[in-house]
């Protein structure tokens, strides 16, 4: 299904160079020959971005989840979420699908809105954490949140850092 998607974000997958499985550089080319519009997101611009990327965001290394929840910001402010596909199958993900027993305001939703911390994981705030530029971010998230349907291949560098997984301390 990966050949019908409209808009592909590249997030730290260096395919060209790791051959993440022998097909993917094969559905990469297709998808560039197509004309599908893809977005390389790493700190440097890796054979796979030279080769497939539309634009290069040089994401400052280990910055990646300050990208990714103001890119959830927008996303949510402008109301461009699945929302029947979150309150089917998403939990915590506002306070209305929180797991039993969780105190009030400990849900994604609220992390988002600054809601405890008082602040907002807007672009702007991203943009001195990531080095991305505010605009940026507000456009890859819109262009992302309206390309239906979309994909993110992500590579594995961001679990080999310190608690990147789901092990926790110690294991």
């Known amino acids: 299904s990966l050949l019908n ?21 094969y559905y990469l080319s297709q998808l560039k020959e197509k004309g ?15 080769a497939y990327a539309d634009e290069w965001f040089a994401i400052r290394p280990s910055t990646d989840a300050a990208l990714a929840d103001a890119m959830a910001y927008v996303i949510w402010s402008e109301g461009l979420q699945d929302q029947a596909f979150m309150d089917r ?10 797991p039993e027993g969780i105190p009030a305001g400990e849900s994604y939703h609220s992390y988002l809105f600054g809601v405890k911390d008082g602040v907002p994981k807007t672009p702007e705030w991203a943009e ?24 993110i291949f992500t590579g594995l560098g ?4 310190a608690h990147g997984d789901t092990r926790g301390p110690g294991t």
């Open 5 to 25: 998607t409209r808009f592909l974000i590249l997030w730290a997958d260096n395919t060209a160079e790791s051959i993440f499985g022998p097909e993917r550089n």
């Open 158 to 161: 961001a679990q080999r850092g």
């Open 36 to 50: 599908v519009r893809i977005i390389c997101i790493d700190p440097r611009l890796s054979q796979t971005g030279v």
């Open 128 to 151: 001195k954490i990531t080095g991305i530029e505010a605009e940026r971010i507000w456009k890859l998230a819109r262009e992302y949140a309206l390309a239906k349907p979309a994909c």
């Open 89 to 98: 199958y998403c939990l915590g993900f506002d306070e209305a699908h929180m």
